[in-house]
T-cell receptor, first 115, second 114 residues
Framework: EPEVTQTPSHQVTQMGQEVILRCVPISNHLYFYWYRQILGQKVEFLVSFYNNEISEKSEIFDDQFSVERPDGSNFTLKIRSTKLEDSAMYFC?????????????FGDGTRLSIL | GESVGLHLPTLSVQEGDNSIINCAYSNSASDYFIWYKQESGKGPQFIIDIRSNMDKRQGQRVTVLLNKTVKHLSLQIAATQPGDSAVYFCAENPSGAGSYQLTFGKGTKLSVIP
């Protein structure tokens, strides 16, 4: 069964450094998402991406964050200058574009630890 | 909105019994709901979904019930197995057509006693 894959599984970065989290969505999917989950808390929406542009973003997704689909398969989340509070699990998700109500399928996440 | 903390509601069930996990959603305009299962160290895994024009949907060993009047969603797992132990999240699409972000509930931890 096709799945969303994310790399790396764990990223440790010094505060203030840039980090790029990578995702390969399911190949025929058209909508892409990033979510984060702070330890012990619920999953929070960051941003959605469709047709090579951001379609929605949350208040969390400030100017330090950016997303890109650099080629036909990868979808990346960049955090420009990381802060301690950026430590969390970051999940990528994708879904088809065939109709409105289709489930989002999630990868296993990248654990981001900011020191 | 709901308060979020480190302590999840926990449900402990005996192997073979049925489990019922409940969720209250917040937005009466939501028209699509999903249940996800999250095992330790993994991402949310899709279990079952339901649209707002339905009040019940069945899958393999799972049933989702939707009560729009009281904004309540439940997941029933039949003959619970040790592999069902996980955290279960309900998620809603809160803004209707044209907005596909999901809002997650805080989760319920299901522990299956062998």
């Amino acid at each position: 069964e096709p799945e969303v894959t994310q790399t790396p599984s764990h990223q440790v970065t010094q505060m203030g450094q840039e980090v790029i989290l990578r995702c390969v969505p399911i190949s025929n999917h058209l909508y892409f998402y990033w979510y984060r989950q702070i330890l012990g808390q619920k999953v929070e929406f960051l941003v959605s991406f469709y047709n090579n542009e951001i379609s929605e973003k949350s208040e969390i997704f400030d100017d330090q964050f950016s997303v890109e689909r650099p080629d036909g398969s990868n979808f990346t989340l960049k955090i420009r200058s990381t802060k301690l509070e950026d430590s969390a699990m970051y999940f990528c998700a994708s879904r088809t574009g065939t109709s409105e109500n289709q489930p989002q399928h999630f990868g296993d996440g990248t654990r981001l630890s900011i020191l | 909105g709901e308060s979020v903390g480190l302590h999840l509601p926990t449900l402990s069930v005996q192997e073979g019994d049925n489990s019922i996990i409940n969720c209250a959603y917040s937005n009466s305009a939501s028209d699509y709901f999903i249940w996800y299962k999250q095992e330790s160290g993994k991402g949310p895994q899709f279990i079952i979904d339901i649209r707002s024009n339905m009040d019940k949907r069945q899958g393999q060993r799972v049933t989702v019930l939707l009560n729009k009047t009281v904004k309540h969603l439940s997941l029933q797992i039949a003959a619970t197995q040790p592999g069902d132990s996980a955290v279960y999240f309900c998620a809603e699409n809160p803004s209707g057509a044209g907005s596909y972000q999901l809002t997650f509930g805080k989760g319920t931890k299901l522990s299956v006693i062998p």
